[in-house]
C-alpha cells in the first residue's frame, strides 16, 4: 500500500508523489552500482527519463492544474492544447506493478470487494482502486470507446466512485477505413472543444504543435532502434521492450522520452558495432510477444536473456505501425493524421477492430525480425484476443513455420498464475526449440 | 398455429414455422444482438433469427478456438454451429455487440466460411458497426451503417428493399413490440397473470417464428390471458436484470424457491421490446437509426448509464418489486461492472438486490437455489 504519510495530502495524484519518491530513491541506488551492467544502464536511462515527467506533473498539480486521467490509446496530444496534467491511467496501474515494491494487488482487491468482477483488467483495476481511495482525484477521464469490453465497462465507474471525476469518451468506429477516419477526425475536433469548454481554457495550438514534434520524434527514434534490432544477435536486452512498452504508453508526447530514446539508441549502436547481446549474453532463441510483457515480473526477461539465452524482440506496445505527423498542413489534416495515427496505437491497432490485423502484424514483424517463435500472454482480461490465439497460432505455423506458446497470466496481478507455472510452460516449450 | 405449439419453438433450434418459411423460397438470418435492425432484414423478406444456445450439450468444438474466458453463452453458440445445427441459416449478422461476440464474424471467416458444410465461401455474412455512445453523429452513423447493410443484404438475396417495404416491416415489429409490452403489463399488477418463465418463453418464441405468425398468437394469447387468474401464491416479487438469458430453465430455480419474475431488464425481454419506430415518416431509415440509437440499451453504451438506471427504477416502482436479481454469465466484463454500479445505488435506494454469477450451462443450480432462496427468505 502507499506510505501512510501521503494519506492526508490533499494532493490529486498521491500515487506519482510516491512515485517520484521511488524514482529519485532509485536513481540515488543506481548511481551508486559499480561497472557496466547493461540492465542497471538501461534501468538508469528510464528512470532518468520518468523522474522529471512525474516531477512536473506534481509541481503543476501543486499549482492548481487539472488532473486529467487518460486512457493509453488516447491521442494524449490534444491534452496538450491545455494546461493539464496528463496521466495515463493504465500506465500508472503497470508502473506500481513494475517499480512499486508493494505493486497493485492490493489496489486490485479493494475494487474486487466494491464488486469488480475478477477478470477485469488490472491495468485499469489498479487506478481504480486507486481511486477508490481517493489516491487519486481526477478532474476529467479522457478515454476511446475502445480496444476492449474493460474500457468500456472500466471508464464510467471512475465516475461513479467519485462524482467530480467526469469521463469523456471519443467514439471509435470499429472499420479501418476511410468512413471511419473521417467519423473519428470529427470525433478528435470536437473533443478538444468539448474539453476547452469543460476546463474553461482557450486552446494553444502552439503546445498542441510542439507534443505532436515530440511524438514525431519519439516515433523516428523508435523506428531507428527497431531496425537495429533486425540484427541477429539483437543489440538491445529483453528488459528493454518491457521498459519501452510502460515508457511509450505512459509518457506520450513528451520530450523525456525522446531523451530516453536517443540514449537507449547510442547503447543500442554500439552493441549493434560490437555484433553482440549486451552483457554478452547468447542469443539462442528470439521471440515476439504479441501481447504484452509480464509486468508484475520485470527481472523475468532479463531471467530470460541471461539463463535462457531468449531475446524478446517486440511486444504490442514496443512498434510503432503509424507513421509521424506532418506539421507542414493545415490544422484540419493534423486532426486527420492524428485520427489515423490514434486509429494505428499499438495494442488499439490489433485489439480494435477485425482479427487479421493482430494476425497479419505478428506474422510480419516475425518475418521481419527473424522470430523463432511466438508467446502469447493470455492476459485473463483480454477477451477479445484470445479467440485470436488459436487462428494466430496456425498463421505463424503455416506461413513461418514457427510455434506459438499460449500462457494463461495476468500481466499485473501475480496471484492469477503463479510465475513459478509460467517459468515452468515456458521452459517446457523452449526445450522443444533447442 | 396454437400457443402451446408457439412455446415448444423454444426447446429446439429450428422448428417448423422455419420449415414452412423456407418452403417458401424465403430466407432465415440468425443475429446476435438486439441492435440488429430487424426492420430490414424483414423489409427484404428476411426472417431474422436470435442466435440461442439451445440444444448445446458443451463446448469441445468452440473450444479448440476460443478459450474458457470467453463468454459460455457465445462458445455454446459457435459449438452448434460447428456441429451443424445452424445448418437451417442462409446468413448471419454479427455486431461489435462486446469482444466475445464481434469474434464470431472472424471465426467465419478464419476457420468456417467454405471449410464446413453448409457455409460455403460466398455465404452471406454482415457485420456491422454500431457506436459506443449515443450522440446525434452516432445515430447519423448508424443510418449510414443500416444503409449499407440494406445495401449488402440486397446484394446477397437479390430483392430491392424499397421504403414502402421498410415502413411496413417498421409497422410489422411495432405491433410486436406493442404486443409484448401489453403481456408484460399483465406481469407487473398485483396478482400477474404469468410467471417469469413463461415471459421468457415467448421472448424467446418470439425471437424464433416469422413475426407475422407470433403477432396473431400473440393477440390471441393477451386477450386469453387478461382473463385469467393471476398468480398469488409467491412470497417475493424479483426483477430480473444483466446479460443475456436464453434458458427458462434459469427463471424456474428462481421461481421454484418462492420468488416470481414479474418483470426485467435483460435483452431477451423489455430491452428488446421497450422502444418503438417512428411509423410511416418519408425517411425509414432515419426512423430506424433513431429507434436502435435511443432504445433501452445494454453496459456497450459507454454514456447511458444513467439512462438504464432511470429505467430500472421505473420498472422497480412499476412492478412494486422487493428484490433486484443481478445476473450474468462469466467473464461478461460489461455487464459485471455495471451491475456492479447497479448493486451499489440500488443498495444506497434500500432496494435488495442479489448478485449471480453463472456459466452458460447450469452445472450448479443447487448453490443457485441455495442463494436465491435465502435471498427471497431475506425479503420476504
Not at chain 1, 492544474?65 to 491511467?89: K, M, Q, R, S, T
Not at chain 1, 468506429?173 to 477516419?181: C, E, F, Q, T
Not at chain 2, 466484463?333 to 448493486?343: A, K, P, S, V, W
Request: contains cysteine; negative net charge; glycine residues 6%.
Amino acid at each position: 500500500m502507499i506510505e501512510n504519510k501521503y494519506l492526508n495530502d490533499n494532493s490529486k495524484i498521491i500515487p506519482l508523489k510516491e512515485l517520484m519518491e521511488v524514482a529519485e530513491r532509485g536513481l540515488t541506488l543506481l548511481d551508486q552500482v559499480e561497472g557496466e551492467d547493461d540492465e542497471y544502464t538501461i534501468l538508469k536511462y528510464y528512470v532518468d527519463a520518468l523522474a522529471p515527467y512525474v516531477k512536473d506533473c506534481v509541481e503543476k498539480e501543486e499549482a492548481g492544474w487539472p488532473v486529467v486521467g487518460h486512457h493509453f490509446a488516447f491521442p494524449a496530444e490534444i491534452l496538450y492544447f491545455f494546461d493539464v496534467v496528463p496521466v495515463c491511467v493504465e500506465a500508472m496501474s503497470y508502473a506500481f506493478a513494475i517499480i512499486a515494491q508493494h505493486g497493485i494487488e492490493s489496489y486490485i482487491d479493494n475494487m474486487e470487494a466494491y464488486g469488480s468482477p475478477f477478470h477485469t483488467c488490472s491495468a485499469q483495476k489498479g487506478v481504480l482502486g486507486m481511486s477508490l481511495e481517493k489516491l487519486f482525484k481526477f478532474d476529467l477521464l479522457a478515454t476511446p470507446s475502445g480496444p476492449c469490453d474493460n474500457t468500456i465497462a472500466s471508464y464510467p465507474v471512475f465516475q461513479y466512485l467519485q462524482e467530480q471525476q467526469k469521463v469523456k469518451v471519443l467514439d471509435v468506429p470499429y472499420y479501418r477505413n476511410d468512413r471511419s477516419l473521417d467519423y473519428f477526425t470529427v470525433e478528435i475536433t470536437n473533443f478538444v472543444d468539448e474539453l476547452a469548454d469543460f476546463l474553461g481554457q482557450e486552446p494553444n495550438e502552439e503546445k498542441f504543435k510542439k507534443a505532436i514534434e515530440y511524438e514525431n520524434k519519439n516515433i523516428t527514434l523508435l523506428r531507428e532502434l527497431n531496425e537495429l534490432k533486425k540484427a541477429c544477435p539483437c543489440p538491445v536486452g529483453s528488459g528493454v521492450a518491457l521498459l519501452n512498452a510502460t515508457m511509450n504508453v505512459a509518457l506520450p508526447a513528451r520530450q523525456e522520452r525522446a531523451i530516453y530514446y536517443e540514449k537507449l539508441l547510442q547503447y543500442a549502436k554500439k552493441y549493434y558495432k560490437l555484433g553482440i547481446k549486451p552483457n554478452d549474453n547468447e542469443e539462442k532463441i528470439r521471440s515476439i510477444w504479441p501481447n504484452m510483457c509480464i509486468y508484475f515480473k520485470p527481472k523475468y526477461a532479463n531471467f530470460l536473456d541471461r539463463r535462457r539465452g531468449v531475446t524478446i524482440l517486440f511486444d504490442v506496445f514496443n512498434y510503432n505501425f503509424h507513421d509521424p505527423i506532418n506539421l507542414n498542413k493545415d490544422i484540419d489534416d493534423i486532426f486527420k493524421q492524428l485520427a489515423l495515427q490514434c486509429l494505428n496505437y499499438p495494442m488499439a491497432r490489433q485489439a480494435s477492430g477485425y482479427a487479421n490485423q493482430m494476425v497479419e502484424d505478428t506474422v510480419f514483424l516475425s518475418r521481419e525480425y527473424k522470430a523463432d517463435c511466438a508467446i502469447f500472454t493470455n492476459h485473463i482480461s483480454c477477451k477479445s484476443l484470445q479467440p485470436i490465439v488459436q487462428l494466430l497460432r496456425e498463421a505463424l505455423r503455416d506461413e513461418l513455420g514457427i510455434p506459438l506458446l499460449s500462457i494463461d497470466v495476468d500481466v499485473g496481478d501475480k496471484r492469477v498464475n503463479p510465475f513459478r507455472t509460467i517459468k515452468k510452460e515456458v521452459d517446457t516449450f523452449l526445450k522443444t526449440l533447442f | 398455429m396454437t400457443f402451446d405449439e408457439l412455446m415448444k419453438t423454444t426447446e429446439t433450434l429450428s422448428n417448423p414455422y422455419i420449415d414452412e418459411w423456407k418452403k417458401q423460397g424465403k430466407k432465415v438470418m440468425g443475429y446476435y444482438c438486439t441492435y440488429t435492425p430487424e426492420e430490414i432484414l424483414l423489409a427484404g423478406d428476411v426472417m431474422g433469427y436470435r442466435m440461442r444456445g439451445t440444444e448445446a450439450e458443451g463446448t469441445s468444438l468452440a473450444d479448440t478456438i476460443m478459450t474458457r474466458f470467453n463468454c459460455s453463452f457465445i462458445r455454446a453458440t459457435l459449438d452448434l454451429i460447428m456441429s451443424g445445427k445452424y445448418s437451417f441459416l442462409d446468413g448471419l449478422v454479427c455486431q461489435n455487440s462486446c469482444d466475445h461476440a464481434r469474434r464470431i464474424y472472424d471465426i467465419f471467416n478464419y476457420k468456417i466460411l467454405g471449410q464446413m458444410e453448409g457455409f460455403p465461401k460466398d455465404y452471406p455474412l454482415f457485420f456491422l458497426s454500431i457506436p459506443h455512445l449515443v450522440t446525434e453523429r452516432g445515430e447519423q452513423w448508424l443510418k449510414d451503417e443500416f444503409g449499407i447493410f440494406k445495401t449488402n443484404l440486397e446484394n446477397a438475396i437479390n430483392v430491392k428493399i424499397s421504403d414502402e417495404k421498410l415502413n411496413n416491416s417498421i409497422k410489422l415489429l411495432n405491433e410486436n413490440r406493442r404486443l409484448l409490452k401489453e403481456i408484460h403489463k399483465l406481469r407487473v399488477i398485483e396478482k400477474p397473470k404469468l410467471n417469469g418463465a413463461d415471459m421468457l418463453k415467448i421472448n424467446i418464441a418470439n425471437a424464433a417464428v416469422p413475426k407475422s405468425i407470433v403477432n396473431q398468437e400473440l393477440k390471441n394469447y393477451f386477450d386469453q390471458l387478461k382473463n385469467k387468474e393471476g398468480i398469488s401464491d409467491y412470497r417475493a416479487r424479483i426483477l430480473l436484470i444483466g446479460s443475456v438469458i436464453d434458458d427458462p430453465s434459469f427463471l424456474n430455480i428462481i421461481e421454484g424457491v418462492g420468488g416470481l419474475v414479474v418483470s426485467d431488464m435483460l435483452c431477451y425481454g423489455t430491452r428488446n421490446y421497450w422502444d418503438l419506430t417512428d411509423e410511416g415518416t418519408s425517411d425509414p431509415m432515419g426512423a430506424i437509426a433513431k429507434r436502435y440509437n435511443e432504445k433501452i440499451s445494454c453496459p456497450r453504451m459507454m454514456n447511458r448509464h444513467g439512462n438504464r438506471s432511470k429505467f430500472l427504477n421505473d420498472l422497480i416502482k412499476e412492478a412494486k418489486v422487493d428484490g433486484v436479481i443481478a445476473t450474468r454469465i462469466e467473464f461478461c466484463d460489461t455487464h459485471g461492472c455495471d451491475n456492479m454500479i447497479f448493486e451499489h445505488e440500488l443498495e444506497e435506494a434500500n432496494v435488495p438486490i442479489l448478485s449471480l454469477d453463472r456459466d452458460y450451462f447450469l452445472g450448479d443450480t443447487g448453490r443457485f437455489k441455495t442463494r436465491c432462496e435465502a435471498f427471497i427468505e431475506q425479503i420476504e
